[in-house]
């Protein structure tokens, strides 16, 4: 056998076979690995593709096809969880509304507790009166001026004969 690190030269079935001596520098080796490494990836990539029968190209069009399929498919649920998100927003400042307005009526209604409120309510917005009294309804000056403005609109007399008449009497008069 052959010292390490040198050559030798064994006579097997006629050839002579050559060993070389490994390098002791072992960057060069794992950089030689990396660049083996590196080399399969790149070719199993391109035999993939030589399999599939793509080019650059045509890969790049199927990416995108199917970025664009992903896309369309979460759209429709993002849109519709916006949707229904505005919604609730919109729910709920609904309800803080209602809640508002139901503290005001339940405010009126322990007002309208009181007997004499309810009384004074009557008399304002109902105008009634006790068993006794006597009503006097007072009519302001403005009121009277009002009246005259509304009268002579109102005296307009009253179209007279049937449709067509009046129509052939704008028409020709």
Known sequence: MAERGGRSRER???????????RPERVHREGRRARLRRGWSAKRASGAARVLGLSNTRRAAVVAI????????????LRTYLTQRSEVSEQQQQRERLREEVAQLEARKAELADPAQVQAEARRRLRYVMPGETPYM???PEDKQ???NQG????????????YERLWDQATG
Do not use: M
């Open 152 to 163: 002579p609109a109102e005296q307009a007399p009253p179209p007279s004969g049937p449709w």
């Open 138 to 140: 007072v009519q302001l």
């Open 66 to 77: 199917v970025v664009c399929a992903l896309a369309f498919t979460i759209a429709v649920p």
């Open 146 to 148: 009002q009246a005259p």
């Open 12 to 22: 097997t079935g006629g050839r002579a076979r050559k060993t070389y001596a490994r």
